[in-house]
């Protein structure tokens, strides 16, 4: 990789301005089970194609993707003490990363409360951070939307990957006229879905990825009854290989004050909220404390123009799913979702690099 800068002239007569950009030094990236490949591989690639040494923390429960990673980084050839890698629980060693004064960042992909608690001790030492905490991303469906098309987007954004993907459809929005259609629609496409062993390539749906986000998924579900929501799907299943198996679950009746509306449950469970029209969908869509991806789908060039100039979220889908990403271009999002420079493309410079500013005399 050549990192590009820029040769300025000065205000001052017979005096260069160049402006460089340098690695920013030893980093630590802390990553989350889900992708336990793909993430690491787009913080990694970045942070040594810009010169960087690395100390990379896998999440717990994926240590073997981890060092099948960092192999392949031996077998390439990168350098001894360049790319490290550290295994364990996160509460002993994300905590001793963080606080560590030999890093000088974090970039770290999980759970809110501990994104939070990152960027307190890194703020505290003066360190850089970037964050990606999560979603409860909307899919607004309005009256003139295609409803293959949406039922689609729906499938795909809430219910693949088994729903634990911070970008998952977590609330399906849509307005009154369609309603009805696309949810049924939607339960008699739920129907046809496979769950079963994720290697099995007649699998739609893979299992849920331990006991404990199982049981987090099933509370959710008895919160989102005791809310008043009605809960279609949602059962545990038994397959022949062993396994957390979960029915893909719509919310339907459910309003966005919910609990089940309002905090993320990484599951493949998806509220239904019924709406009037288009404003109240937008107005819907943005009553959230996260702000990761937003999603409409319609026919209408004004609508998908407003909502993509509206959308508090830091990227916005029109007719496609809320999950899939371009490697190339920025990911991350407002609010509560992300803090911190963008990851991927070119963008991720902002926080692998640090600029210096030279001036130079003829």
Not at 183 to 210: C, F, H, N, W, Y
Request: net charge negative.
């Amino acid at each position: 990789m050549r990192v590009s800068g820029e040769l300025i002239e000065s205000i001052r007569p017979g005096i260069e301005v160049e402006v460089r950009r340098v690695p920013a030094g030893p980093l630590a990236l802390i990553t989350p089970w889900n992708f336990p490949v793909l993430i690491p591989a787009w913080k990694i690639a970045p942070a040594l194609a810009y010169g960087n040494t690395v100390v990379f923390k896998p999440a717990r429960l994926v240590p073997s993707s981890a060092v099948a990673l960092a192999e392949a980084l031996e077998a390439a050839g990168v350098p001894d003490a360049v790319f490290n890698l550290v295994c364990g629980a996160g509460a002993d060693i994300g905590s001793t990363l963080t606080q560590s004064s030999d890093v000088v960042g974090v970039s770290f992909t999980g759970a809110l409360d501990t994104g939070r608690g990152i960027a307190v001790a890194c703020a505290a030492r003066g360190a850089r951070v970037q964050l990606e905490m999560g979603g409860k991303n909307p899919l607004a469906i309005l009256d003139d939307a295609d409803i293959d098309r949406a039922v689609d987007c729906a499938v795909q954004g809430a219910f693949l990957s088994t729903g634990q993907r911070c970008t998952a459809s977590s609330r399906l929005i849509v307005t009154d006229a369609i309603h009805d259609q696309f949810v049924e629609r939607l339960i008699s496409k739920l129907r046809q879905l496979r769950v079963g062993d994720a290697r099995d390539p007649r699998t739609d749906i893979g299992p849920v990825v331990d006991q404990r986000q199982l049981d987090q998924d099933l509370s959710y579900l008895a919160i989102a009854r005791a809310e008043g929501a009605e809960v279609v799907g949602g059962e545990r299943v038994e397959r022949e290989t062993e396994g957390f198996f979960l029915e893909p679950a719509l919310l339907l009746d459910a309003t966005n004050d919910m609990r089940s509306s309002r905090e993320e449950i990484f599951g493949p469970i998806a509220s239904v909220i019924r709406v009037g029209d288009y404003e109240e969908a937008l107005a819907t869509a943005n009553d959230t404390e996260f702000g990761l991806t937003a999603g409409i789908v319609t026919s209408s060039l004004w609508y998908a123009s407003d909502f993509r100039r509206n959308a508090e979220a830091g990227m916005v889908m029109v007719n496609v799913p809320t999950a899939g990403v371009d490697y190339h271009v920025p990911f991350g999002g407002s609010k509560a979702s992300s803090y911190g420079p963008r990851e991927q493309g070119r963008y991720a410079r902002d926080f692998y690099t640090s600029l210096k500013t030279g001036y130079v005399a003829a």
